[in-house]
């Protein structure tokens, strides 16, 4: 049975999809020491865990702070107790990979300033155990254990669906975590899982085993771009506001458009001037050339058709006028900024006039004041 179990493990590490972490150097996380009757005003706890510190260090060892990406291979605790006018320190130094302690150091002496020297002497004796220790399993390495419990993985996208490799399923989320079929996985084992959902962008992690842990939260997956609404104020039609819609038929990249933008132009301080409206309508079609959705910044182009409506207003006894104009946009410019979860695009378009008959607009390159592109700036409504 043991002989079937370490073959199956093995077949695993060459061909399962995970690989080793680096033990190569040691590592510790730390822990606050714990006092039973904790003193606010207290500094000795701390300058004592700084001391252990700076002995790890000293023989070897690195110092980190036991998260997710700074795993610790050991850990060190203490307990400091003040016992009528003695100060006892116990300090215990845990291989996290087989859950045991393999240092320890207990201390009793007198309070005051004279303690610190003894304790000092015994943290390093526990450290040099420890570094023993260290040097021991690096020559003859034990046995690597097993994870004992099935893997959980938690995630905010219900209904994902989990793989490993990409291709074998584990499952999908239901009410925010999936089980995973058991098996020994060796610790500290480096898993590549897959989360899948429709309308997401697929996500691929890599996992490391912790001994001490069963649960692991996966990334939340990102929505795919498919429709959007954007709000825009754009040079030359300041007073007013635009509307497009968009539908990705590429997710994320492709799409086709259609646009709104009622304003007018209206000078009130001008005696004899009566306000003009307009209403530019415009379909267009383009694309994102550079960069993932997932990036702060992205470059694109759309090509598009704009038939501008204007309507006078009535003067001098006269009838309001209505006129169409159509031009044709060959290259617009888009630029997308993603900060903090918020969207902003700036679009820059020099649209050309096709002087219909029925317009007003001779045929010609468009200009705001006859010198610059027509800018927009505006911001992106995602679902």
Not at 253 to 265: C, D, K, L, R, T
Not at 318 to 333: E, M, N
């Amino acid at each position: 049975m043991l002989r079937a179990r370490a073959a199956a493990i093995l077949v695993l590490l060459v061909f399962g999809g995970f690989t080793w972490g680096d033990d190569s150097v040691p590592t510790v996380v730390v822990r606050p020491f714990l006092l039973p009757v904790p003193e606010t005003s207290d500094l000795l706890p701390r300058s004592l865990e700084e001391a252990l510190a700076n002995a790890l260090r000293h023989k070897g060892f690195v110092v980190v702070d036991g998260s997710d990406a700074h795993p610790a291979r050991f850990e060190a605790q203490g307990l400091l107790v003040r016992e009528n006018g003695n100060l006892v320190l116990h300090v215990a130094l845990t291989d996290l990979d087989f859950r045991s302690v393999v240092a320890a150091q207990m201390i009793s002496v007198y309070d005051g300033l004279t303690a610190l020297g003894p304790i000092n002497t015994s943290m390093a004796a526990a450290v040099q155990t420890l570094k023993v220790y260290w040097d021991s399993i690096q020559k003859s390495p034990l046995p690597v254990p097993p994870i004992q419990d099935s893997l959980v993985f938690s995630s905010a996208d219900e209904g994902a669906e989990v793989f490993w490799q990409g291709h074998q399923s584990i499952g999908k989320i239901s009410q925010g975590r999936v089980t995973a079929p058991y098996y020994p996985f060796p610790s500290r084992a480096v898993l590549t899982l897959t989360v899948e959902k429709e309308g997401y962008t697929a996500n691929t992690v890599e996992i490391r085993l912790r001994p001490d842990r069963s649960t692991y939260p996966l990334p939340k997956l990102v929505k795919l771009r498919i429709d959007e609404l954007h709000l825009f104020l754009s040079t030359g039609r300041l007073l007013g506001m635009g509307f497009e819609y968009r539908h990705y038929f590429l997710p994320d990249w492709s799409f086709w458009a259609g646009e709104a933008y009622p304003f007018v132009q209206w000078q009130p301080n001008s005696a004899g001037v009566e306000p003009v409206g307009h209403l530019d309508l415009a379909g267009s079609a383009g694309t994102w050339i550079l960069f993932p959705a997932s990036s702060w910044f992205r470059f694109g182009l759309e090509t598009s058709l704009l038939l501008s409506q204007t309507l006078t207003s009535p003067s001098a006894g006269l009838p309001s006028q209505w006129y169409l104009d159509a031009s044709v946009i060959p290259f617009g410019v888009l630029m997308e900024w993603n900060f903090w979860g918020i969207t902003l695009e700036n679009r820059i378009q020099v649209p050309y006039s096709l002087g219909l008959p029925t317009g007003l607009l001779a045929q010609r390159w468009l200009l705001v004041d006859n010198t610059f592109p027509m800018l927009s700036f505006g911001t992106v409504l995602k679902w």
